[in-house]
């Protein structure tokens, strides 16, 4: 693609998604990080209707005819199922600066968990928040996505390191809650880009 061209293309993109005050959109690159993809966006609204649509809409801009939708992960915030209080790194969308990285992968857990008490699922998620609680730095937001998308749930963290970050789930990997984890990966490790930015290195 043409300097001149690409350009035009990226400001059409970008006015297209800052224009749209429905839908919320963070840019993030992958390019060399995963075989199949180079972008995710990811998309916050108050109905799917509004993501269709603007997703149609970038599709049919001249940027568009460059994309392809490889993979998608659909989810809904929820107020946890096994603590009452607010979660002090369950962190808001909107009106935050986005930390430089972001680790998105979908969660399924066994049928086994299902099975316990609700009193056993709260003990053994107690043990497995407690090792959260000690990366406060790091942002968690779990989306949950039963009856809706193919996991559970999506679960996703914003970090201004990946080496604590990875050892946040060292540790994670250590608590019994791990026995019962069915399915947690493809798991995508991305870079924070402004949408200005985002298409430059591509």
């Not at 039963?146 to 080496?163: A, C, K, Q, R, W």
Request: overall charge neutral; charged content about 25%; glycine content about 4%.
């Amino acid at each position: 693609m043409a300097s001149i061209k690409k350009n035009a293309y990226i400001k059409e993109f970008v006015q297209l998604v800052e224009s749209n005050k429905k839908v919320v959109v963070y840019a993030y690159s992958l390019v060399g990080l995963k075989s199949d993809y180079d972008i995710l966006l990811w998309f916050h609204a108050s109905s799917i209707e509004e993501i269709q649509l603007l997703v149609s809409q970038i599709l049919a801009i001249k940027m568009g005819e460059y994309l392809s939708l490889s993979h998608t992960l659909l989810g809904m915030t929820r107020g946890s199922q096994y603590n009452s209080k607010p979660v002090a790194n369950n962190e808001e969308l909107d009106g935050i600066l986005r930390l430089p990285y972001l680790i998105v992968y979908p969660f399924t857990k066994t049928k086994e968990w299902y099975l316990l008490s609700k009193e056993k699922r709260m003990e053994l998620m107690r043990g497995h928040m407690k090792v959260g609680f000690q990366y406060k730095h790091i942002r968690q937001l779990l989306l949950y996505s039963f009856g809706i998308d193919d996991p559970e749930f999506i679960v996703s963290y914003e970090t201004d390191s990946l080496s604590d970050f990875q050892s946040l789930v060292m540790a994670m990997r250590e608590t019994e809650v791990r026995l019962y984890t069915q399915n947690d990966t493809p798991i995508f490790t991305c870079v924070y880009k402004p949408a200005d930015q985002l298409f430059k290195e591509i």
